[in-house]
């Protein structure tokens, strides 16, 4: 199940909030290795480190490094503060945080008595990917908006693996992160998305939430077996607190596999037979034989949802725009445009919805 190693860290490759990027040595060569200071310490050249190196070997895709479990001759001094909040529950590296909705933090009275969202658009997409193009489409209509990100637990664990977040968050195009379920690391911790989205409205004061898994995806090629599936738990989640969920497409012409291209099939099945609560669903009006394609693998979801065409003029320059690098399984911008596009038009539906 693990691969276990040794190495000795040989320089720091680069870092962002929250994660340190290294090159380490090890007995079968060099490695590109990850670190998360908050849970092992910052490592420096010549320590020597314990890893995981099954993703690595494995060649797993957004997973591709080998992750530092430990600094076995430095260990980090023990935690201070707050915090009873355990995520990542009864594994090695289980971890105590402040959790927003727990007895004792600050926020605790706010979200006992919160069980609304007031109307706030809640845009739910399939992949990681796609958040800095919902935004790209959001502040292209409604710039200087109050945007939180609740993230989902499908995909990454850790907030800090996502170099798009500490950017977006940096440029102030996030307000903050909301990690809900058994994900951690972000502004703000959470038990469920249910109180993760609360936490976005009434801790964060977002207009606008923007729901995704973290990055990285597990899927088995078969109908269920995605961890997308939360994109519909999401929009019911919305929905039940008032909120007004938008339903972002997962759209490609650029994916090899049939069942990615033109409309996936994640999102037919986590918005045909998940969200049992209607949405509005952002149909992007892509030109040609294409765009006519998507609109009919889509017409289904009219059966429960609110099928909204949305015109994709002046998004492909807004999302050349972005503050952050537009990537989706190894995709640009130009690679996939009508991948970006979909995302962008649900930005620009919630832009939409606001007074």
Not at 29 to 35: D, T
């Amino acid at each position: 199940m693990i691969r276990w190693r040794r190495g000795e860290v040989v320089r720091i490759r680069r870092e962002w909030p929250g994660a340190v990027e290294l090159d380490v040595a090890t007995e079968e060569g060099q490695a590109r290795a990850l670190a998360y200071p908050a849970l092992v310490g910052r490592p420096e050249p010549g320590d020597a480190v314990l890893l995981n190196t099954t993703a690595l070997a494995m060649g797993l895709g957004t997973g591709g490094y080998a992750m530092v479990v430990a600094l076995p001759d430095r260990l980090p001094e023990d935690p201070h503060g707050p915090g009873h909040l355990v995520k990542a529950r009864y594994t090695p590296l289980q971890a105590t945080v402040p959790g927003a909705d727990e007895q004792g933090s600050p926020h605790h009275e706010v979200l006992r008595e919160a069980d609304s969202l007031d109307g706030m658009p809640v845009v739910v997409a399939d992949l990681h990917s796609a958040l800095p193009a919902v935004l790209c489409g959001l502040y292209g209509s409604r710039p200087g908006v109050r945007v939180a990100y609740v993230m989902l637990d499908g995909g990454a664990l850790p907030a800090w693996f996502s170099m798009s977040c500490a950017r977006l968050r940096e440029v102030g195009w996030l307000c903050g992160t909301v990690t809900t379920g058994q994900s951690f690391g972000g502004d703000v911790e959470a038990v469920t998305v249910h109180t993760g989205l609360l936490a976005a409205r009434h801790v964060l004061s977002a207009d606008v939430a923007v729901v995704t898994q973290g990055p990285g995806n597990l899927g088995g090629g078969t109908r269920w077996g995605f961890s997308g599936v939360s994109a519909g738990e999401a929009v019911n989640a919305a929905a039940v607190l008032a909120g007004r969920p938008v339903a972002a497409l997962r759209v490609s012409e650029g994916d090899p596999r049939e069942r990615h291209l033109g409309l996936s099939h994640h999102s037919l099945t986590a918005y045909g037979r998940v969200a049992l609560a209607p949405a509005r669903v952002a149909l992007p009006e892509l030109p040609g034989g294409f765009g006519a394609r998507v609109a009919e693998q889509a017409r289904p979801l009219g059966e429960r949802h609110e099928l909204v065409p949305v015109p994709v003029d002046g998004l492909h320059e807004a999302l050349e725009a972005s503050p952050v690098r537009l990537s989706t399984m190894g995709r640009g911008l130009e690679e996939d445009r009508a991948y970006f596009l979909a995302s962008a038009a649900a930005g620009r539906l919630a832009a939409s919805l606001l007074p």
